[in-house]
């Protein structure tokens, strides 16, 4: 069984950084990470995905250029750097890993391993 564990959360001014990071327990031939968040009344989100065999990236379109996603496969580490941060990325972050390609599933919530979530709190 793949347990997947965000850290990284926290509070931030508007314009600030942050760097989550999900540390994954076993790597079970998963290919597709990805990031999802999901803000009190809201349905969850697509944030981000990455393809772990050759790094194709893809992101919402309210985090392009702001967002990066990317991997350590050595380590089952997946990271999320959050730049120009606003008060709207205020949100609880989840990270997940599914099978198959991410062109197929992201931004569908159909992914088969989901970690408890770490959450960003973003002041204007």
């Known amino acids: 069984q793949v347990q997947l564990v965000e850290s990284g959360g926290g509070s931030v001014q508007a314009g600030g950084s942050l760097r989550l990071s999900c540390a994954a327990s076993?790597?079970?031939?998963?290919?597709?990470m990805a990031w999802f968040r999901q803000a009190p009344g809201n349905e969850r989100e697509g944030v981000t995905a990455?393809?772990?065999?050759?790094?194709?990236?893809y992101y919402a379109d309210s985090v392009k250029g702001r967002f990066t996603i990317s991997q350590d496969n050595a380590n089952n580490t997946l990271y999320l750097q959050m730049n120009s941060l606003k008060a709207e990325d205020t949100a609880m972050y989840y990270c997940?890993?599914?099978?198959?390609?991410?062109?197929?599933?992201?931004?569908?919530?159909?992914?088969?391993?989901w970690g408890q979530g770490t959450q960003v709190t973003v002041s204007s």
């Open positions: 076993v790597y079970s031939s998963y290919h597709c």
């Open positions: 990455i393809y772990r065999l050759d790094g194709s990236t």
């Open positions: 997940a890993a599914g099978f198959g390609s991410c062109s197929r599933r992201w931004p569908s919530l159909d992914f088969t391993y």
